[in-house]
């Protein structure tokens, strides 16, 4: 080879070897995703993608009270707590959003449906960019996959409130974040308000101001956050007994739902010459109710849409056998739980990356809904 085709040759190697390292660094580039501990606003937030489950750690937290739902739909608004990121003239302007289909709800430290939770309560919530609607640098942010309440939040972080001081004349009550660590305290403590219409929650019943007692570790519930200081206090939980009913009370509303509702999932294969459909449960369900589903039991399901209402589950549901559970990875959105089934007829709904309820053969007869949360009317 002459020396002219030789130095060719070197330059064609050079440029694919260039052209290969510009394209890995782009797909590397389109890759990445920005995420509330990073710093370069160029970063673009994570884009949802149909029929997939989003990362770990992908979502924007963003709190603030309940100030309007549509539990039909699944839809709301909060009022957005002041922060640092949000300017003077900007603040206490809401955000309306939907809830993802496998998006999902705690309430007093338990799995709960839009319904379930009062307005006004103060909510801590994990969201992904949808379209751009209203002001303020929060707007884009209107797919919710996670909404908790004070209670449910900070017990999921295995942290407390530790009362410091009490002053009912004054209407206040100084608490102390405590953490399941000695050195995870709060440097200072936060004083919040504390009203007549405050309950208060001991034991079995209900309990008066004058049994909060400075040493007692409480959860509790807000509203009113940074228009009024941290925020009033609308429920305050002294000892573990009142936190494990108000618990197990919500659960029990929360069980009796999925039964009437089915629990919610999506497709995500379709065997048409063997009949068999596979499907994975979403996140946010009371994983006792997985206990239903065993292989070989039986069980119905109902097409839906991303509202997660079906159009008549009482006519157009579909039974057959359960072949097999399996166990998939646990993510965001993901229960970790996938059930192959074989129904009778495959219904026109039943097709990968669509929604599905599905009721177990154990349940009692399935009721039909009320109209208004039917999709066929």
Same mark, same amino acid.
């Given at each position: 080879?002459?020396?002219?085709?030789?130095?060719?040759?070197?330059?064609?190697?050079?440029?694919? =070897?260039?052209?290969?390292?510009?394209? +890995? $660094?782009?797909?590397? %580039?389109?890759?990445?995703?920005?995420? &509330?501990?990073?710093?370069?606003?160029?970063?673009?937030?994570?884009?949802?993608?149909? =029929?997939?489950?989003?990362?770990?750690? +992908? $979502?924007?937290?963003? %709190?603030?009270?309940?100030?309007?739902? &549509?539990?039909?739909?699944?839809?709301?608004?909060?009022?957005?707590?002041?922060?640092?990121?949000?300017?003077?003239?900007?603040?206490?302007?809401s955000l309306s959003f939907t809830l993802l289909p496998y998006g999902s709800l705690s309430y007093r430290n338990a799995p709960a449906e839009l319904k379930d939770i009062p307005l006004g309560t103060h909510l801590h919530g994990e969201f992904y960019a949808g379209d751009a609607v209203g002001k303020g640098p929060q707007s884009p942010f209107n797919r919710a996959i996670r909404l908790e309440d004070d209670c449910s939040y900070f017990a999921a972080r295995h942290r407390a409130w530790r009362i410091d001081a009490i002053d009912i004349d004054k209407g206040t009550l100084a608490v102390t974040g405590t953490g399941p660590g000695v050195n995870q305290v709060d440097a200072k403590p936060t004083v919040f308000q504390i009203a007549p219409a405050t309950m208060v929650w001991k034991g079995s019943g209900i309990a008066a101001s004058s049994d909060l007692a400075p040493g007692q570790s409480v959860a509790l519930n807000a509203t009113v956050c940074t228009l009024k200081?941290?925020?009033?206090?609308?429920?305050?939980?002294?000892?573990?007994?009142?936190?494990?009913?108000a618990a197990a009370h919500q659960l029990e509303v929360h069980r009796q739902f999925e039964h009437e509702h089915g629990l919610p999932g999506w497709i995500d294969d379709v065997d048409n010459q063997n009949g068999i459909v596979t499907m994975t449960i979403f996140a946010g369900c009371d994983r006792k109710l997985f206990e239903d589903f065993p292989a070989n039991g039986s069980i119905s399901a109902a097409v839906s849409e991303e509202s997660l209402r079906t159009y008549d589950q009482g006519n157009d549901r579909m039974g057959g056998g359960i072949l097999e559970v399996l166990a998939v990875p646990v993510g965001p959105g993901n229960s970790g739980v996938q059930i192959k089934f074989k129904p009778s007829t495959l219904l026109e709904g039943f097709r990968p990356k669509k929604i599905i309820r599905i009721f177990s053969g154990k349940w009692k007869k399935i009721d039909d809904l009320p109209l208004e949360e039917r999709l066929y009317q």
């Open positions: 080879m002459t020396n002219d085709r030789i130095s060719a040759a070197a330059g064609w190697l050079v440029l694919i =070897g260039a052209c290969f390292c510009f394209s +890995s $660094a782009t797909l590397a %580039a389109e890759a990445a995703y920005r995420t &509330d501990g990073d710093t370069n606003e160029k970063v673009p937030w994570f884009k949802l993608k149909p =029929g997939e489950f989003p990362p770990a750690g +992908s $979502a924007h937290a963003i %709190a603030g009270e309940l100030i309007a739902v &549509d539990h039909v739909n699944r839809t709301g608004a909060i009022r957005l707590d002041r922060t640092d990121a949000i300017r003077r003239g900007e603040w206490d302007h200081g941290p925020g009033r206090l609308t429920d305050v939980w002294i000892d573990a007994r009142s936190r494990e009913l």
